[in-house]
Each structure stands twice: as C-alpha cells, then as structure tokens.
C-alpha cells in the first residue's frame, strides 16, 4: 500500500484555484503530519505548506496568503489538502506530498510521486 497519494494537479489560467490533496495510508496517516513541497525546472525544491500533528501550520514566503493547507483525519484514512488561490505563472511546478513533517525540520521519509500545476494562459 503506497502511503501517500497525490491527486488534483492540472492547469490553470493564472488568478485561478487549484486544490490538491494528499492521501495517507499506513502507520503515518494517525500523526498526519505532512508537507507540501514543489519543484520547478532548474529550481531547488521548497516548501509550500506543513502542518504538524499538533495543528501547526507554516507556509512558504511565496505561498503566504494564498494558498492554505487543511487536514481531515478519519478512522481509516486521513487526507490533507492545500487550496491554491491566485495562481501564478511562477507556481508552475510538480508538487509533491511528504511525511511525516516536523517545523524546522529535513523532509520525511516518505514521498508521493508528484502532481503536475502549470498556471498558463
């Protein structure tokens, strides 16, 4: 069972919304600690979003005030989303889901394999 799973990429015409969602499975989905990271052509990968296990929440200097992460926790599968608001040309990457996240923290150990966002007119 692959423990994250990622869905919801697509393309978008710039000013538009896209959400993304994050599906955990196994023993990481109880914590539900996760982090959105992204990586563009030529770029360094870098955090969008996390949310810790104890509801913390922290954004990329990038992403502040558009885009928000939630989390539901459920008995059998926990899922986070990240609400992208106001997209930008320069958002276009593939976004990736990581687990577990930890504030301050290096990657998890577990990675999705990516969605692809292009923000194109």
């Known amino acids: 069972q692959v423990p994250l799973v990622e869905s919801g990429g697509g393309l978008v015409q710039p000013g538009g919304s896209l959400r993304l969602s994050c599906k955990l499975s196994?023993?990481?989905?109880?914590?539900?600690?996760v982090a959105w990271y992204r990586q563009a052509p030529g770029k360094e990968r870098e955090l969008v979003a996390g949310?810790?296990?104890?509801?913390?929440?922290?954004?990329g200097d990038s992403v502040l005030g558009r885009f928000t992460i939630s989390r539901d926790i459920a008995e059998y599968a926990t899922t986070v989303e990240l609400q992208m608001n106001a997209l930008k040309s320069e958002d276009t990457a593939v976004y990736y889901c990581?687990?577990?996240?930890?504030?301050?923290?290096?990657?998890?150990?577990?990675w999705g394999k990516g969605t692809q966002v292009t923000v194109s007119s």
């Open positions: 949310i810790s296990a104890t509801n913390s929440v922290v954004y």
């Open positions: 990581n687990a577990p996240y930890h504030i301050g923290g290096p990657p998890g150990e577990y």
């Open positions: 196994g023993n990481i989905r109880r914590a539900g600690s």
